[in-house]
């Protein structure tokens, strides 16, 4: 019996010393980060399993409680899908009215996700971008072959006012803003949550922009293969970018105007790896690109890149 104790007391120092040194190493970012904006933009997976967005609000919760000021963007397709899927609706995103549109995002997605980050305190608010003109909706994005879409396209974003998310952050709370608005006829539109949380990082000064989607981070090949670019600088990617298709255009596009407007560094994870966003933050390891300020230097696709260990194969792109 002692010895049994003796092993569970040693399997216990053991689990305790782990911690501690998981904290001792978070101390440098801490310090370094303390009382920074960080503008997420929550998509894909995290928004659709139930436990990679649990997983989330805890890691939104712990920036909160560390003394970060976080932000959380959100509004994609992928939000949407599902339910028009359950009510039977096959047309398309962008074929659906936008009252319909903007139910699914506020009043449901929103909702559960405010949910989730006030079970760790009274933290969360959501709004949208029609509140206070937090965000007024820019022109409207058309398809490859520049035909426009119907009522539910992405738009662009005009311009943001920060005012409200600006107050609620000094306020202690974590806003959550959907990326719907309206244009300055007054039309309701959903805007591009990438375009929409680059420009509230630029409006409000971030420290970082983090962009979270099913993605192991810009391929070097943009056709198949696993090696991913691990850093990029803003020279780079500006030479890059003409290349870039659909898919990876409007988050690179995203981090490009965000650094132009001086935040200090934009990543995009992967957001299929549970707490992916505190590895990014206290530890470093950014599971995915980071793009951070610089003129261009050597190829990204050539010997800088790094093959990425991948994501859990249980959720799916």
């Not at 712990?62 to 963007?73: D, E, I, K, N, W």
């Not at 800088?304 to 194969?313: E, I, N, V």
């Amino acid at each position: 019996m002692d010895g049994g104790m003796a092993v569970a007391d040693d399997g216990v120092r053991r689990a305790t010393a782990a911690k501690a040194h998981a904290l001792i190493e978070a101390l440098p970012w801490l310090q370094r980060l303390h009382g920074s904006t960080i503008v997420i933009r929550a998509g894909g997976s995290t928004m659709t399993d139930e436990t990679l967005k649990r997983a989330f609000a805890q890691d939104v919760a712990f920036l909160r409680c560390a003394g970060l000021g976080p932000v959380v963007v959100h509004g994609d397709e992928s939000e949407v899908k599902a339910h028009l899927t359950g009510l039977g609706r096959d047309s398309g995103l962008t074929a659906e009215p936008m009252d319909l549109v903007r139910m699914v995002i506020t009043g449901r997605a929103q909702r559960e996700l405010v949910g989730l980050l006030n079970r760790h305190g009274p933290f969360a608010i959501g709004l949208t971008g029609e509140d206070a003109h937090t965000i007024t909706a820019g022109a409207r994005r058309a398809t490859a072959d520049g035909e426009p879409l119907g009522p539910g396209a992405v738009h662009d974003v005009g311009e943001v006012n920060a005012d409200v998310v600006q107050a609620l952050l000094d306020n202690g709370r974590i806003p959550v803003v959907s990326s719907i608005a309206r244009s300055t006829n007054g039309d309701i539109c959903r805007v591009s949550p990438d375009a929409a949380a680059a420009a509230l990082a630029a409006a409000l000064r971030a420290e970082r922009l983090v962009l979270l989607s099913d993605t192991e981070g810009l391929p070097t090949n943009r056709l198949h293969g696993r090696s991913v670019i691990g850093l990029l600088t803003t020279g780079e990617l500006e030479h890059l970018l003409p290349e870039l298709g659909n898919t990876w255009r409007p988050p690179m596009e995203a981090c490009l105007r965000a650094l132009r407007s001086g935040v200090g560094r934009a990543r995009v994870l992967d957001g299929r790896v549970p707490h992916v966003l505190l590895h990014e933050v206290f530890a470093g390891e950014a599971l995915g690109t980071t793009v951070r300020p610089g003129t261009t230097g050597s190829d990204p696709r050539g010997p800088g890149t790094k093959q990425h260990p991948g994501a859990p194969l249980s959720h799916s792109m």
